[in-house]
């Protein structure tokens, strides 16, 4: 018999997907989670699975199995692929359409290769799974590679890796690239020293992690120096291929030979932001992200909420000017709880509360006890690096993990690697060049 409680239907089940449902726990409402994956990812993290350091159970967690005791809560595999507003359905690919009361949207962002959408298949961005597994086959058949090579100039190539874009996610991949090639690798093989890999960080603006502050910058800047990756500023690339890429520096053009290109430099909504935004009469901003209400929810449709990487929010603050909401997950988090507690609001004919974002600070990891760190504190902000950063920064995100067996696990995993150096996840099963 159909349930005559408010259907909810919430898409995709990252950060602020999550958040919500997890808000709307003992209420009165029907929930519908649908997500293209059958797990949740804790993405600040993902770069440990792409560069071995972490096995993908470590960081993700089958979607059923975090709501089995929310009986209310139905979880569907799919992807939603359009939204039509007028008849309140969402159509997933394989053409079924899910009827709703009231939507959650938090499908979260993509990679963004600004025209360039050909440069994918040669720099994988990171984002989900598929793209951690990608990456590392290309970081450790390189090396591979190289071992077989006899050519120097081919093997020097190979032995070249290239990130592109400085912001949190780059220079993670950077420094930890450098730590396999002078630190887990040295001795496994017989023909080439992995610890003249060239690890080479290209970013287009005037400093790395330039969210953070000025003496913060620079403090990353000199820790990957000395981790031995080479920074290239005020550097665009023009072309990227199969064997490398074309950019463009102070110096003027020049060339760069990689089997291994990464991209970091830019993310963007998924289609569907465009589409809903479209079929709201809205006018998405260059990111293909929907402006939203303060409360979140869409001009002329409040039976619609928008989270995460996909809303172009602001922060609101009384007294103050609005504040844009940075794509960061602690923004998700507080966007599904906020989201969450407004649908209960409109339920019960309450007024809706305008979002307000509460910034508890920005960290990057550099590599072993090298870190930065940006803490918002009542007292004031907080900045420290170095190796207090770094522990820091490790003690942070076990605490946020999801579950306690990832927490444990990971957290063993990481005094395995700080005492051997040994990265264990290094399992690739396709070694078919591409």
């Not at 003027?252 to 830019?266: E, H, L, M, Q």
């Not at 449709?301 to 909401?325: F, K, N």
């Not at 207090?388 to 076990?398: E, R, S």
């Not at 990481?414 to 078919?432: F, G, N, P, Q």
């Amino acid at each position: 018999m159909p349930s005559m409680q408010p259907r909810v239907l919430i898409i995709g089940c990252g950060f602020g997907g999550l958040e919500a449902a997890r808000a709307l726990q003992g209420s009165s409402v029907d929930v519908t989670v649908v997500d293209r994956n059958n797990h949740h990812l804790f993405q600040p993290l993902l770069y440990q699975v792409a560069t071995a350091g972490l096995s993908a159970p470590s960081i993700a967690a089958p979607i059923r199995s975090l709501f089995r005791r929310q009986g209310q809560v139905t979880i569907l595999l799919g992807e939603v692929l359009d939204i039509d507003v007028t008849r309140r359905q969402a159509r997933l690919k394989d053409g079924q359409c899910l009827s709703y009361e009231h939507l959650i949207v938090a499908a979260g962002a993509t990679h963004a290769y600004f025209g360039h959408e050909d440069w994918a298949a040669h720099a994988p961005g990171l984002k989900t799974l598929s793209d951690a597994f990608e990456i590392r086959r290309r970081l450790l058949l390189a090396f591979e590679a190289a071992e077989r090579e006899d050519d120097p100039q081919r093997r020097a190539d190979l032995l070249r890796f290239v990130v592109i874009g400085a912001g949190p996610t780059g220079v993670e991949l950077a420094g930890t690239m450098a730590e396999i090639a002078r630190h887990t690798l040295p001795g496994e093989f017989r023909r080439i020293d992995t610890r003249s890999a060239k690890i080479i960080l290209i970013e287009g603006g005037e400093r790395v992690l330039a969210s953070m502050p000025s003496a913060l910058s620079q403090s990353a800047q000199r820790q990957l120096e000395a981790l031995g990756v080479e920074l290239r500023l005020h550097t665009r690339v023009s072309a990227i291929d199969a064997r490398g890429l074309d950019a463009s520096g102070p110096e003027g053009p020049y060339r760069i030979d990689s089997s291994c290109v990464v991209w970091a430099a830019g993310v963007a909504a998924v289609p569907l932001g465009r589409q809903l935004a479209q079929a709201c009469a809205l006018v998405p901003d260059r990111a293909g992200r929907v402006p939203v209400q303060p409360d979140l929810s869409l001009a002329g449709h409040p039976e619609i909420q928008v989270i995460g990487d996909l809303a172009a929010a602001h922060s609101h603050v009384p007294g103050q000017p609005p504040t844009p909401v940075p794509a960061v997950s602690p923004a998700a988090k507080q966007m599904g709880r906020a989201a969450a507690a407004n649908l209960l609001r409109r339920l019960s004919g309450r007024a809706t509360r305008a979002f307000r974002y509460r910034d508890f600070g920005n960290l990057a990891t550099l590599g072993r006890h090298s870190a930065v760190v940006d803490l918002g504190t009542p007292l004031g902000p907080l900045r420290f690096s170095g190796y207090p950063a770094w522990l820091f920064w490790l003690f942070a995100h076990v605490y946020f993990l999801i579950g306690f067996r990832n927490r444990l696990v990971v957290l063993l995993d990481w005094a395995w690697a700080y005492w051997t150096h040994e990265r264990h996840a290094r399992v690739v099963s396709d070694l078919r060049p591409r």
